[in-house]
């Protein structure tokens, strides 16, 4: 059985913030109390992340470029939003009526390279992803491990929509202390049939879990999954950058 | 919160079986027994409902016409099995080494059109996705009334990779009862910032919830989600081919 249990009533997130200090209180804090255990899983919004490591731009300091006026001017956008979403990516992906699809600088592709202007106080600002958000998955598990001992599975997520599917679904982009993908090749069905093409990105699947557990309009960016334990590691593993897949095996780019 | 629970020891699945009656008797055999509630969803991986529906090909009984002949050459493969999954298709969206992208006749964009070969007892059987999953769930949550005078939401589920990501989630292929999109544009985030682009797609995440709760070696169709109630519809709804991505707005085919 899989839970997954939104923390309330978190403070509003400010640059160098104490997350793991708040997370730890705020379990304290439910009524039924709950503490940390090294079989949990934190799944974390982003934008906790990227509040706290200070990731905002204030639009009035950006000057757009040319190709960010053209495309702001194709889309009837800022030009000055889309600068950062060129500032953030590695690739340009498409360009389409409202879409602008990039590769992150960490490699990920979705809309506008992460660059979000919702959950931000301030009109002109935009907020981008962590710079390294597995680093700032295993910074957090460790800040956990120094308060509590335990050191559960850290994945940090942003919602990407999908090439062929309508809506959005979170995915992981940050993660450490969890094996991102489960590997069933090799391995024997019911039948005892040999499972051929069985890779799990749990992970993602994690990152959905929470995702379901929480009111979109609400400050609720960690969410605690209990019974996934099998998938938390003792090391902090691979990170979520294995879920990117390899340019040469992108047939879609 | 969430839970999700699977169900265990489902008997084996074969045609006609009367999968609503078994879900039932499975929540009462449990050691602490539940009942369905009308904001409960159930999940169900495909595999059970395409048993019973009789949806599968004994291999011996497929002739491979040149399409398939080809294909299989390059990919070392059976030419009978890609016969079934081009069959199953309504468009081939990628070949490639190893990979058969196609559309299925439902419209969903995924390997093989579904076509599988796990799970299934006897050598040379495939099995395919339901003809009309969101038929499916509407029979089952009919038949569930039937029974218990309750009709949770039902979504059905296959595994499915993603264009830029390493591994499978499961997805929705099939639903009733449940509001596949969340759509927040117009809403207001917890800083009264309107949010933009925000559709979710709830169903996908009930999928990859249920799946994140699956041994994927035992034998667990079918898992119980407690806590989605705000997803859940009295009406069946528009299923899940509400996620389903207009030809047109396909900016990777």
Not at 6 to 14: A, D, R, S, V
Not at 34 to 55: C, F, M, N, P, Q
Not at 83 to 102: F, K, M, N, P, Y
Request: with cysteine; glycine share 8%; proline share 6%.
């Amino acid at each position: 059985m899989i839970s997954a249990i939104p923390l309330e009533n978190l403070p509003e997130i400010t640059p160098g913030f104490d997350l793991a200090s708040a997370v730890v209180e705020a379990l304290a804090r439910r009524p039924e109390p709950l503490t940390l255990r090294s079989d949990d899983v934190l799944v974390i919004a982003h934008k906790a992340i990227s509040k706290r490591e200070g990731r905002t731009v204030s639009l009035a300091s950006v000057r757009p470029g040319p190709r960010a006026l053209e495309i702001a001017a194709q889309q009837s956008r800022d030009a000055r939003h889309v600068q950062v979403v060129l500032d953030e990516s590695r690739d340009v992906i498409r360009v389409s009526a409202g879409v602008l699809i990039t590769e992150t600088r960490h490699g990920y592709i979705c809309a506008n390279s992460g660059v979000d202007a919702s959950n931000v106080p301030g009109d002109d600002t935009v907020l981008m992803l962590p710079l390294d958000p597995d680093g700032s998955a295993r910074e957090l598990r460790a800040r956990l491990r120094e308060l509590t001992g335990v050191a559960p599975g850290i994945v940090i997520t942003d919602s990407f929509g999908r090439a062929w599917r309508v809506g959005q679904c979170d995915v992981a982009i940050g993660c450490a202390g969890i094996r991102p993908l489960e590997d069933w090749r090799g391995g024997f069905d019911a039948h005892g049939r040999e499972l051929h093409a069985t890779v799990i990105a749990v992970a993602d699947q994690l990152a959905a879990t929470a995702d379901l557990a929480r009111r979109k309009d609400g400050q609720q960016p960690v969410i605690l999954v209990r019974g996934a334990g099998r998938h938390v590691s003792a090391d902090d593993g691979p990170g979520a950058a294995e879920l990117i897949r390899a340019r040469e095996h992108d047939l879609f780019r």
